[in-house]
């Protein structure tokens, strides 16, 4: 058993050994750390688990010993190299991080009345959910789309949908970010458009879409194609993106979807750095310049409620990123060695039971994110565990980032936990950790490969197997589930879809069927599909057959006609 140290003053008292409260000359540190020990180990300690929610062993004490040498270099200043302490050097007395709000369910009206919602309540920043079949390649009236319409998010299918959802929303005054990944060309193809039909160019455009596939294979599932194709597509909207959208950043690497498959934070940290590794390399092979593209390639993390754990994370990711950038892919400009990124609360870590007491998890968990420097945040509702969010729990969720920026003081200073023993050891330790899997990784012969072995997978599934262990068998607490219950749960509000919303979704698409020119549809496919047996660039016929009024589900199943689809090798 593992002891702690008592309240200041016991076992003080003269005759009880109580070490001397002289000062302490630096070469003597260790002989002083010693005399601690020493009590501290007389000391009996309550029966817990003194490791992070990622099972990683915290000491009871750090102090400057406990530090490599070489701490000022590894840290930095905020805004230079390593970026350790923030992408930029006033981080928030500069400018605070976008708030967003992920939104969608039902129709694109119904979304699109949430976003005007959200932005009258302060939101600066759109943020996207899409329903499982859009995010799957399916129209509406696919079968396979049956009872999902809607559910998890807004039913995109058309360009014609796609100018309703962004109805009345200038798309040069906001940034949008947009949660989808195998069909994320066709759903950025649709949004250039949208932007042309309001005198809003391209190159005007700003915000992010998700497009990051590796981490589909790993851990989503949401995928149309098989890996190397994906990979490609991916590639062609760097590529276009570097040559017509300077504000747009074509990819999110996301670690957030990979924690809520139940991986450990160095899991994250790691799987998710080498997911970005390899989209640079590709792009390299495609010829393009580091510089040119890498400004434009963002984050996506997860901040889960081990608070020190989440702050360290995000350091490490920036110190790590920017060492690769510049020592191994030859990066010059400090913009492509800088690494920012959008945070979302944890998902995973909220409960059906209580769920009020969701409400203290997210802020703890958005607090981190904040005090780890993200430069754009999701707060998660506290209902969420149990259906879509309510506009309560939305307003709530949103009005606890304003209070962390307004009310804490947290933003008046950058890094403030910087310099602490114990946050600096912790993101050393993190650093270390991903390195391990990186060379790991490399063993096996790369990311794509190491996926093709299932190797991240069962990393992931060995991870979340020994977290449920521990909650099962309360040596951790989650409260509200295996500790702290009530016998009775109050009924909690939460947002219903009316089935009726799928039927006029399917209406919907059939119209804009019947309304469109077949022969440029026909055509504008045919010309997509030949782009796809050869090595063009698919983002101009994308864009082409979007213009046409082409669905998504007919776009994806004529690329799958060339491209195949994909089975996973489960991992048990």
């Not at 596939?213 to 149309?224: D, G, P, S, T």
């Not at 980032?401 to 950058?414: D, H, M």
Request: glycine share 8%; with cysteine; proline share 6%.
């Amino acid at each position: 058993m593992s002891h702690v140290s008592q309240p200041h003053g016991e076992g003080d008292r003269p005759g009880e050994g109580a070490a001397p409260r002289a000062a302490t000359p630096a070469d003597d540190r260790a002989a002083a750390r010693e005399r601690w020990r020493e009590r501290y180990e007389r000391t009996p300690e309550r029966d817990a688990e003194f490791s992070t929610v990622s099972g990683h062993p915290i000491e009871p004490l750090y102090g400057p010993d406990d530090l490599a040498p070489g701490l000022e270099e590894r840290v930095g200043h905020p805004g230079s190299y390593p970026f350790t302490r923030g992408p930029y050097p006033s981080m928030y007395r500069g400018r605070l991080w976008t708030m967003r709000q992920f939104a969608g369910f039902g129709t694109v009206e119904e979304t699109n009345e949430r976003f005007h919602y959200l932005i009258d309540h302060g939101q600066t920043g759109l943020s996207t959910a899409f329903d499982m079949p859009t995010l799957m390649g399916y129209d509406s009236d696919h079968p396979r789309s049956l009872g999902e319409v809607g559910r998890e998010g807004v039913a995109v299918d058309t360009l014609a949908d796609m100018e309703e959802l962004f109805k009345g929303i200038p798309l040069g005054g906001v940034t949008t970010s947009m949660t989808i990944n195998a069909p994320a060309a066709i759903l950025l193809a649709f949004y250039v458009l949208v932007g042309e039909s309001q005198g809003v160019p391209a190159d005007r455009l700003g915000g992010t879409i998700q497009t990051d596939i590796l981490k589909e294979y790993i851990a989503q599932k949401e995928w149309c194609f098989p890996i190397e194709p994906a990979m490609r597509l991916v590639t062609d909207m760097i590529e276009w993106c570097t040559e017509h959208m300077p504000r747009w950043h074509p990819i999110s690497i996301s670690g957030y979807h990979i924690r809520e498959a139940g991986a450990t934070a160095q899991q994250e940290l790691a799987f998710t750095l080498k997911n970005g590794f390899t989209y640079v390399e590709r792009a390299l092979e495609r010829g393009l310049d580091i510089d040119a593209f890498a400004p434009r390639l963002s984050f996506f993390f997860n901040s889960h409620i081990d608070f020190f754990e989440e702050i360290a994370k995000f350091r490490a990711a920036r110190r790590i990123w920017a060492r690769e950038m510049r020592e191994t892919y030859g990066a010059k400009k400090e913009e492509s060695m800088r690494l920012r990124f959008h945070t979302q609360t944890a998902g995973v870590s909220l409960t059906a039971q209580q769920p009020l007491n969701n409400i203290i998890r997210t802020t703890t968990e958005a607090l981190a994110a904040v005090l780890g420097g993200t430069q754009s945040l999701h707060t998660n509702s506290y209902d969420e565990a149990l259906a879509l969010p309510t506009e309560e729990a939305v307003r709530v969720a949103l009005r606890t980032q304003q209070i962390i920026a307004t009310e804490t003081g947290v933003t008046n200073t950058a890094d403030p936990l910087g310099g602490s023993w114990f946050v600096e050891k912790l993101t050393d330790e993190m650093e270390e950790a991903a390195y391990r899997y990186f060379a790991r990784i490399d063993e096996l012969g790369g990311m794509v490969e190491a996926i093709r072995r299932n190797f991240p997978q069962r990393e992931i599934a060995d991870a979340s197997f020994r977290f449920q262990q521990e909650v099962d068998e309360r040596r951790r607490i989650v409260v509200g589930v295996n500790d702290f219950v009530l016998d009775e749960e109050p009924e909690t509000p939460i947002l219903k879809i009316d089935p009726a919303l799928e039927r006029k979704q399917i209406e919907r698409l059939r119209a804009t069927k019947a309304g469109r020119d077949e022969g440029a549809v026909e055509r504008a496919l045919a010309a997509l599909k030949e782009a796809a047996e050869g090595d063009a660039n698919l983002m101009p016929p994308i864009i082409e057959a979007s213009r046409a009024q082409a669905t998504e589900g007919e776009m994806i199943a004529t690329l799958q006609e060339v491209f195949g689809t994909y089975t996973e090798t489960p991992v048990f």
